[in-house]
């Protein structure tokens, strides 16, 4: 409600009403809510590429993990960790053999296994790099 | 168009109905973009802040707390974001010979007497709000344009209340001052 004597008493009132605002300029609503969803398909893609990238991570983190576990478990223990894993596996009821799964344990690997092993590693490690670098989003 | 409750459209939007912020956008924006063009003075920076401040609005809807209005909360991000945008900007102050004395063309056929007398009176608004602090201009903006009480003025500006009066009451006699002068000039010039 329009108080009549706080207009006859303020001479700026003679000036400014309710009535002079200025207008947004047409499209506007629609010029917000284009770049809202922009930034929203951004975000999502964002997520997306999280998740992306977390698979690789956990596969360079267990291909860690198992090459230093190769380094630090002692040789003459080796046999001894392998008889305890071995014993605990008639208590599965497996379908496969016992005697299928012993061989596993007796197989002997060439000695240039590891190094493919390590190549892999590297060539994951710069991989990862080399999309960071040149798959940066925009 | 038919709007509901502030509070009904930002739970839709907090519910992932992403549209349901044009509703939102459409209710204010003559207020925001009015704000932000008295404060900043021209249609391109008042249309980037207005926008910017919609968007900050968007992006931050999870953390409104719903204590004050909504609008206010608008207002206060489009105040803060126009008065920011202003110091950085920080133009030369205009002098009175600034105001274009032939701004209005009373003897044209395209605006009636009464339409070009109105069109005068804002250009006049709009240069003497340019003579004055961009603190004062929002100010007077939100007690004239949008007849907001001084307690919902300190709350968007962060002003006290005693100190709205105060400053309100400078920028009044300011603008007026400015305005005498210059009617005064444009008598002389149309004489």
Same mark, same amino acid.
């Given at each position: 409600m329009i108080n009549q004597g706080k207009y006859n008493d303020d001479p700026l009132r003679q000036y400014i009403s309710p009535g002079n605002r200025v207008q947004a300029p047409e499209g506007f609503t629609s010029k917000i809510m284009s770049r809202i969803q922009v930034k929203t398909e951004s975000i999502e893609q964002r997520s997306k590429f999280h998740v992306k990238s977390w698979v690789p991570i956990i596969s360079i983190l267990v291909t860690t993990v198992l090459i230093v576990t190769a380094f630090l478990i002692p040789h003459s223990e080796t046999g001894s960790i392998i008889q305890k894993v071995i014993s605990y596996l008639?208590?599965?009821?497996?379908?496969?053999?016992m005697d299928k799964i012993n061989s596993l344990f007796t197989l002997v690997l060439p000695g240039w296994f590891s190094y493919i092993l390590i190549s892999i590693f590297i060539l994951v490690l710069l991989d990862r790099a080399f999309i960071s670098i040149f798959h940066r989003e925009k | 168009m038919d709007y509901k409750g502030d509070i009904f459209y930002i739970n839709q939007v907090l519910e992932?109905?992403?549209?349901?912020?044009s509703y939102l956008v459409d209710k204010h924006k003559d207020s925001a973009f009015n704000l932000a063009f008295r404060i900043c003075g021209n249609h391109e920076e008042a249309e980037e802040i207005a926008q910017d401040a919609f968007l900050k609005v968007y992006k931050s809807l999870k953390g409104f #707390?719903? #204590?004050?209005?909504f609008s206010t909360w608008l207002y206060r991000i489009v105040y803060n974001t126009a008065i920011s945008m202003v110091r950085t900007r920080k133009k030369g102050i205009l002098s009175l010979?600034?105001?274009?004395?032939?701004?209005?063309?009373?003897?044209?056929?395209?605006?009636?007497e009464e339409e070009a007398e109105k069109e005068y009176r804002n250009s006049l608004i709009n240069f003497a709000l340019q003579k004055i602090t961009e603190e004062e201009r929002g100010l007077i903006t939100l007690y004239y344009?949008?007849?907001?009480k001084s307690e919902e003025i300190s709350e968007i500006t962060g002003i006290s209340k005693s100190n709205i009066k105060v400053k309100l009451f400078r920028a009044r006699q300011r603008m007026i001052t400015i305005i005498e002068k210059t009617e005064k000039k444009n008598l002389i010039y149309h004489d």
């Open positions: 008639p208590e599965l009821n497996l379908s496969i053999s | 992932g109905r992403v549209n349901a912020f #707390k719903m #204590k004050s209005s010979e600034d105001f274009p004395v032939n701004i209005v063309d009373f003897s044209g056929d395209n605006f009636s344009y949008d007849e907001l």
